[in-house]
């Protein structure tokens, strides 16, 4: 046909373009390309995710108010099994939280990610999240920018180093945008996707992240997190009380990934018995029972987190919240349904060190930043969950804009990481 004629020959053509330019020339071209593209796909995901969360599920309950609760219970359900019934009938490997599927793409498959997997996550995951199922928006934003990174990259014909470079960069772009965290963004990639520092994309990926965010500027910008606290030094009390946390926080994420991997592998182990939807579908009235209860835990929680991380979460219901959204996570990312576990394991620390200051608050003669102790929390466990206390650092860095605060969260993250490192299966992204 006379368009795929000329999609091969244009494709040919900006191929050969790319050949003649030198090593910093691809290395500039990939990373504003390939950020720019995936920064647009995470905003547009985000988007419609919000607006599905916020309108669609807020409009269904208002329409029948007399059938709140069947709405509460059911619709987690509905979504987590419709985007599974996509996922097996479209592209099976968009399956997983996208996070340990891009990694496993740059370490065994060379770089290859299908292109369908960027329009089938999107829509499944948009489905499971939007319907209040419990999960974050980054793991799906990252396999979303890791396939727009190779899909450009096969049509370019690159090598398969620059390949993989090309999916590095586009998920670190779908994460900068996502979060509107362009710095922590960048140490995820190169800590988390590819374990190593030295590794000659850094460059791409810095580009892209400031190319991802830049885009999505003209749209009105990526979707940022609001919180700001500032952290007062109040003697050496501090350390004792910000290690405490550290050291409480760290079973917590570790509870939190091997629960999941273990709901997982018996979900995956018994699949061939149900349809497809069967298992996500159960997950979602389990998230939507637990949500009668604590309507916090539904979609990715950013309202709850943002609060925590500005001190406006407090009391002792913090700590049955943060269990709370392990449960629910767990039973909806374990049985099936699509989204990332990264944002509830911020969502499990900043409770958790809410929680905490509570407590501190009523055993010590302290002034408790609950904010400060909140973003400790949420650093703490992501650390634990993810092997990544570097990233988790200058994420409470991005997140507080507040130099000060990095001191008692390096002394906690540091602890939760040596507590956990040896004494815990392996992270997820590496089964």
């Not at 890791?146 to 670190?172: H, Y």
């Not at 996707?193 to 892209?208: G, H, K, Q, Y």
Request: glycine share 12%; with cysteine.
């Amino acid at each position: 046909m006379p368009w795929r004629r000329w999609y091969r020959d244009s494709a040919d053509g900006l191929a050969a373009m790319a050949r003649e330019l030198t090593i910093n020339q691809q290395t500039i071209v990939v990373g504003v390309v390939v950020g720019g593209a995936s920064g647009l796909g995470a905003f547009f995901f985000d988007g419609i995710t919000h607006w599905a969360g916020v309108r669609l599920v807020d409009y269904l309950i208002a329409f029948a108010p007399r059938w709140r609760s069947a709405c509460i219970l059911l619709l987690p359900a509905l979504g987590a099994a419709i985007g599974a019934s996509l996922i097996k009938a479209f592209s099976p490997e968009a399956k997983g939280h996208g996070v340990d599927e891009v990694h496993r793409a740059i370490r065994e498959a060379e770089g290859h990610i299908s292109g369908r997997v960027a329009v089938v996550k999107f829509v499944a995951s948009a489905l499971t999240i939007g319907f209040g199922g419990s999960a974050g928006r980054e793991g799906p934003v990252i396999h979303i920018g890791g396939s727009v990174g190779s899909w450009l990259g096969r049509r370019l014909k690159v090598s398969t180093q620059n390949l993989k470079m090309l999916v590095a960069a586009g998920a670190c772009s779908g994460l900068a945008v996502s979060f509107g965290v362009p710095l922590a963004a960048v140490f995820f990639t190169m800590e988390v996707l590819l374990r190593d520092f030295a590794n000659e994309s850094f460059p791409a990926v810095v580009i892209a992240s400031v190319s991802g965010i830049a885009t999505t500027a003209v749209f009105g910008g990526p979707a940022h997190f609001h919180p700001a606290t500032s952290y007062v030094w109040n003697g050496p009390w501090d350390i004792f009380v910000y290690s405490a946390l550290g050291l409480m926080c760290a079973p917590l994420g570790a509870l939190y990934m091997g629960l999941l991997r273990r709901v997982e592998a018996a979900v995956e182990n018994d699949a061939q018995r149900f349809p497809a939807w069967a298992y996500p579908a159960m997950g979602g009235v389990v998230v939507g029972a637990i949500a009668l209860v604590f309507p916090e835990v539904m979609g990715t929680g950013q309202d709850t987190i943002e609060a925590a991380l500005v001190g406006g979460l407090g009391g002792w219901r913090c700590g049955a919240l943060t269990l709370a959204k392990i449960l629910a996570t767990v039973a909806t990312l374990g049985s099936g349904g699509s989204g990332g576990a990264f944002m509830p394991a911020m969502f499990v620390g900043s409770a958790a060190g809410s929680a905490w200051a509570t407590l501190a608050s009523a055993l010590l003669p302290l002034s408790v930043p609950r904010a400060a102790f909140a973003i400790t929390g949420m650093s703490c466990v992501v650390t634990a969950a993810f092997k990544a206390p570097v990233t988790s650092m200058i994420l409470a860095l991005e997140l507080s804009r507040d130099y000060g605060i990095l001191m008692p969260v390096m002394i906690a993250c540091i602890l939760a990481h040596l507590v956990t490192r040896d004494h815990r299966p392996t992270p997820m992204i590496t089964r």
